[in-house]
C-alpha cells in the first residue's frame, strides 16, 4: 500500500472488517473458504449454526457483499466473494509483514507469511 486510500475505500475496508468482526460470520466465512459454496442446510450442518441465527448471520455477509447466493431449485447456495476483501487484504497484509511476491490477486500461497494471524487471514485471497 503506497498511498493513504481514500475515504470511500476506508469505508469499504471498515465495512468488511466489521462483517468479519463475528465469531459466527467469522466461521461461515472460514466454512465457504475451506468446504466451497454450500446450503443453507449444509451451513448449518457443517457450522452448528442454527436457525434463525444462522440467516441472520448470512444476510450481514451478503450486505457486506462477502458472500453471494445463487437459486438451485428450492435451494439458496452460498459462495464467497473473494474480490470484495482485496482491498482489506492488502491493508492487512501490509500490516502483519506478509508480502506476496508478485501474485496476481486471487491466488493463494504465492507469498511468505511473516508472523501473526493476521497473514494466515490475509491469505483467504
Do not use: W
Not at 442454527?50 to 438451485?72: C, F, N, Y
Amino acid at each position: 500500500m503506497n498511498a493513504v486510500p481514500a475515504d470511500a475505500e476506508l469505508d469499504a475496508m471498515n465495512a468488511v472488517l466489521r462483517a468479519l468482526a463475528h465469531d459466527v460470520r467469522l466461521r461461515l466465512m472460514l466454512t465457504l473458504l475451506e468446504q466451497g459454496e454450500k446450503s443453507v442446510g449444509e451451513l448449518e450442518t457443517l457450522t452448528g449454526v442454527g436457525q434463525p441465527g444462522l440467516s441472520q448471520q448470512l444476510a450481514i455477509l451478503r450486505k457486506a457483499e462477502l458472500v453471494q447466493t445463487r437459486r438451485d431449485a428450492k435451494l439458496v447456495i452460498y459462495s464467497l466473494m473473494p474480490e470484495t476483501m482485496q482491498g482489506t487484504a492488502k491493508l492487512l497484509c501490509a500490516l502483519s509483514g506478509f508480502a506476496p511476491q508478485g501474485a496476481p490477486p486471487g491466488v493463494k500461497g504465492s507469498g511468505s507469511r511473516v508472523r501473526g494471524s493476521a497473514a494466515a487471514f490475509a491469505r483467504i485471497l
